[in-house]
């Protein structure tokens, strides 16, 4: 502890935490397990659990698809936690409403199906994207409209804003004023789900003055930093409520302006989004506002426990989770840039920032063994598991981060056109990676500077003056 508190001293403040980890967080202790994926998702307080058993246990709850009383009795608590989530964001319900869907996933296939494009507009992304975001580029091809990607920057993976200016760039004569008709959507993430990077939430507004719409992926980035829709005006912002609390999966969100949702139009209808439909003739009239898109029964029992899981939150204070979050990773950073072999030779590869400014807690990086080669990260995986470690290893659903970090290009990119291959391990041999991706550790709020201690005597033990071969590992599945 004395350690980090002589190069993060506001560590102290954090204390409340501490005391946290002992109680509602205590099951990591009593299990012996070391967290480190918090990006991949939060963990649920006991609290948390407990609030659910007393909701269900005290009152009875229906679909909410009728005005019966367990019907309104869940529809209220919907519409609570819709308020909250809007509160929680700082946005007007009078310009946004909250779409329930089951995951960030499915708010981003709600915009992409949905998305008017058509010849001529564009689809603008970051290479740094979920591949939740990279796959509305599909949508867009077959509406024949261009997607285009903006490349970031090694070594710390950051995006030029002249490079976003350029991609946005209208090219004369192509587009009519913003004002009539949308240039087309632009969409990344505020923080990267691979490296940790914060990008400027100003290109939201810069976008739009350039006529485009903008989704903004908000799913790694709020877990520990605030979102403000009255300072931000972003079209769509997508949400995985399970990372910033753990509790409850299967609930997410699509934060919409409401402008913006009328300009969508949905490809189908189903149960809960229509006002009325014909069998005998085919018509139908479509729910406006959120109702139009959340398909079916929504999960009625899980949705309150958002509004209990954004309460827990601000009751501990996001200051104090973002203050947690910046020294454990900022002491997490100063030790991995400090592992070394005998010779002097680097322990670790970092891929992204090598300081906490404008960043979020993700720390990607590679094992180098005594020999200078990436350590396999099958080999970390099998070895961590077998420490009671949970960490990620692979590319994180993020292809652009890993091939910005990697530096591979379109040139070594190109025979995969003609591949048919289905293995990941041909794939990684196709265009020469030394291993399928990184190592990713991520913090969250029940974080504490003993598990930065353990995990650091973890690497120096397992992987300092040790050459390593990929001699009996599984074959790769999936990245």
Not at 50 to 69: C, K, M, V, W
Request: with cysteine; hydrophobic share 40%; glycine share 8%.
């Amino acid at each position: 502890m004395s350690r980090i508190l002589d190069e993060y001293p506001e560590y102290r403040t954090t204390a409340r935490l501490d005391e946290l980890r002992a109680t509602e967080y205590s099951y990591l202790d009593e299990q012996d397990h070391l967290y480190l994926d918090y990006t991949g998702s939060g963990l649920a307080a006991r609290a948390q659990h407990r609030a659910h058993e007393e909701r269900i246990a005290r009152t009875l709850f229906g679909n909410p698809h009728s005005t019966n009383p367990t019907s309104e009795a869940a529809t209220e608590l919907v519409e609570r936690t819709r308020a909250r989530v809007l509160e929680h964001v700082n946005a007007s319900p009078d310009e946004y409403t909250v779409i329930f869907t089951p995951n960030a996933t499915g708010a981003a296939r709600l915009v992409g199906e949905a998305y008017p494009f058509r010849r001529r507009s564009r689809l603008v992304l970051t290479f740094d994207n979920h591949n939740s975001v990279n796959g509305i580029r599909e949508f867009a091809r077959r509406r024949h409209a261009r997607t285009v990607y903006v490349p970031g920057r090694a070594p710390e993976l950051r995006v030029d804003t002249a490079a976003v200016v350029s991609a946005l760039a209208r090219r004369s004569g192509l587009f009519a004023p913003a004002s009539s008709r949308r240039s087309g959507l632009f969409a990344y993430p505020a923080q990267s789900n691979f490296s940790g990077v914060r990008h400027p939430l100003s290109w939201v507004g810069l976008a739009q003055k350039r006529g485009y719409d903008v989704l903004l992926d908000a799913a790694a980035y709020l877990p520990t930093e605030t979102l403000d829709l009255s300072a931000v005006q972003p079209e769509f912002v997508i949400v995985s409520w399970y990372k910033l609390f753990g509790y409850p999966t299967g609930v997410g969100c699509l934060i919409a302006r409401r402008s913006a949702l009328a300009r969508l139009n949905r490809p189908w209808f189903s149960g809960g989004t229509i006002h009325a439909v014909s069998v005998g003739m085919p018509w139908h009239s479509m729910a406006t506002d959120e109702a139009g898109f959340e398909d079916g029964t929504l999960n009625f029992l899980s949705i309150p426990d958002v509004h209990f899981g954004l309460d827990w939150l601000a009751g501990i204070g996001m200051p104090v989770i973002q203050t947690r979050v910046r020294c454990l990773t900022g002491w997490l950073l100063y030790r991995l840039n400090r592992l070394e072999h005998i010779d002097g030779s680097p322990m670790v590869r970092i891929y992204g920032p090598t300081d906490t400014k404008s960043r979020g807690g993700t720390v990607t990086f590679n094992f180098l063994d005594a020999a200078g080669k990436v350590v396999d990260e099958r080999l970390v995986a099998i070895e961590s598991t077998a420490a009671r470690i949970s960490l990620r290893t692979g590319c994180f659903c993020n292809p652009g981060g890993g091939e910005n970090a990697f530096n591979i290009d379109t040139a070594a990119l190109r025979p995969l056109l003609w591949s048919r291959t289905t293995s990941i391990d041909k794939y990684i041999r196709i265009i020469g990676l030394p291993s399928a991706g990184a190592i990713r550790v991520s913090f969250g709020l029940a974080s504490t500077a003993a598990d930065v201690d353990r995990f650091i005597a973890f690497a120096k033990k397992t992987y300092r003056d040790r050459v390593t071969t990929t001699d009996g590992l599984p074959s790769r599945e999936h990245c």
